[in-house]
């Protein structure tokens, strides 16, 4: 939240080159305020289990959040009842005269699929082309961030020899302040879960894109477009403590090839509790993502969104 103080106060310039939100008094009093509307394009398999880990990471900021929830209405979940979506959940067509402060993308698993072969891409790049004009900020998670990135700029994915599973360690790859990861420790974990990935020189190619965060274990983490207004993670910050267990257990019980998660289990025993090392960074994450590139940026009316264009600030500009 910011912090209400006396106009032309000598610390403000101070505090704001900290990256520190400072609210001059005469703009707190003719503030309007309403809740943040987020929108969340559910595309995993169990929807109730990635609700539920993304509005836990969402709920830990003071700021008041409403929530849709979004399905593709090109293909049917099957590990969801039709009476959940029915009751909690509205296709495009119903939410696409709506305007949003921030919308998350999730990942699906489908990212050992060329991205036309997936059955419900044409959906998905009518909902991220819409997104330009009616969503303030998006955040892309994992097979969302590829695709995110595929469709907006073109960079590929790439198959790895073997599956990018388990708790990494990472650090700022981008040299100036970032927002997004502003009170995070010089080193940081992140779960990741995948068959694929994105190549930093790829990134690095791209003049609209800025590459943020990545792991020598595990490559490129974190990228945006300069704006900040589309943000790209390729991990789960927001899986719960048992969620690499419960894909490990799963895929040992389908007789696939799956090696133990990597920094997760003590001694990489798989018969005792996983060690959490990723969840306050999770929660600042997502603070972060709200506080910074949702709460301080979107204009009260969101109907303006149509004429707020996809900006490309000085270098020097703080992410």
Same mark, same amino acid.
């Given at each position: 939240m @910011?912090?209400? +103080?006396?106009n032309?106060?000598?610390?403000?310039?101070?505090?704001e080159?900290?990256?520190?939100? %400072?609210?001059? !008094?005469?703009?707190?009093?003719s503030?309007?305020?309403? @809740?943040?509307r987020?929108?969340?394009?559910?595309?995993? @398999?169990?929807k109730?289990?990635?609700?539920t880990?993304l509005l836990?990471?969402l709920?830990n900021s003071?700021l008041?959040?409403?929530i849709? &929830?979004?399905?593709?209405?090109?293909?049917?979940?099957?590990n969801t009842? /039709? *009476?959940?979506?029915?009751?909690f959940?509205?296709t495009f067509?119903?939410?696409?005269?709506?305007?949003?402060?921030?919308?998350?993308?999730?990942?699906a698993?489908?990212?050992?699929?060329?991205f !036309?072969?997936?059955?419900? =891409?044409p /959906?998905l790049a009518?909902?991220m !082309?819409?997104s330009?004009?009616?969503?303030?900020s998006v &955040?892309?998670?994992c097979w969302?961030?590829q695709?995110? $990135?595929?469709y907006?700029?073109?960079?590929?994915?790439?198959?790895?020899?073997?599956? %990018?599973?388990g708790?990494?360690?990472?650090? $700022?790859?981008?040299t100036? @302040? +970032?927002k997004?990861?502003r009170?995070?420790?010089?080193v940081?974990?992140?779960?990741?879960?995948?068959?694929?990935?994105?190549r930093?020189?790829?990134? $690095?190619r791209c003049?609209e894109?800025?590459?943020?965060?990545?792991?020598?274990?595990?490559?490129?983490y974190a990228a945006?477009?300069?704006?900040?207004r589309? +943000?790209?993670l390729?991990?789960?910050?927001?899986? *719960?403590?048992?969620t690499l267990?419960?894909?490990?257990?799963?895929?040992?019980?389908?007789?696939l090839? +799956?090696d133990?998660?990597?920094n997760?289990?003590? !001694?990489d025993d798989?018969?005792?509790?996983?060690?959490?090392? =990723?969840?306050?960074?999770?929660s600042?994450l997502?603070?972060?993502? $709200?506080?910074?590139?949702?709460?301080?940026e979107?204009?009260?009316? &969101?109907?303006l969104?149509?004429?707020v264009?996809? *900006?490309?600030?000085n270098?020097?500009?703080? &992410?």
């Open positions: @910011p912090i209400r +103080i006396a032309h106060l000598p610390a403000a310039g101070i505090l080159k900290e990256n520190i939100f %400072v609210m001059p !008094e005469d703009r707190a009093f503030q309007d305020i309403r @809740p943040l987020i929108l969340i394009l559910n595309l995993m @398999p169990n109730i289990a990635t609700e880990q836990r990471v709920s003071p008041q959040v409403d849709d &929830l979004m399905y593709t209405a090109s293909y049917m979940p099957k009842s /039709e *009476d959940h979506l029915i009751k959940y509205e067509d119903e939410v696409s005269d709506r305007y949003y402060d921030g919308m998350i993308i999730t990942g698993p489908v990212e050992q699929m060329d !036309e072969d997936v059955a419900y =891409w /959906e009518r909902i !082309e819409w330009s004009t009616h969503v303030y &955040l892309h998670i969302g961030a695709a995110g $990135l595929y907006h700029y073109g960079i590929p994915k790439y198959p790895v020899d073997k599956k %990018v599973f708790v990494f360690p990472h650090s $700022l790859t981008y100036k @302040p +970032i997004l990861f009170g995070f420790d010089d940081f974990f992140v779960p990741h879960s995948r068959h694929t990935e994105i930093r020189e790829d990134i $690095l003049p894109i800025r590459l943020l965060s990545e792991s020598q274990e595990c490559g490129v945006s477009d300069l704006s900040g589309r +943000i790209f390729t991990g789960h910050s927001e899986y *719960d403590a048992g267990r419960d894909e490990y257990f799963r895929d040992l019980g389908k007789g090839p +799956i133990v998660p990597r997760y289990f003590p !001694e798989a018969s005792r509790e996983p060690i959490v090392t =990723w969840r306050s960074s999770a600042l997502f603070t972060n993502w $709200l506080n910074y590139y949702v709460y301080q979107t204009p009260f009316d &969101l109907s969104l149509v004429d264009k996809h *900006d490309k600030p270098p020097e500009t703080i &992410l």
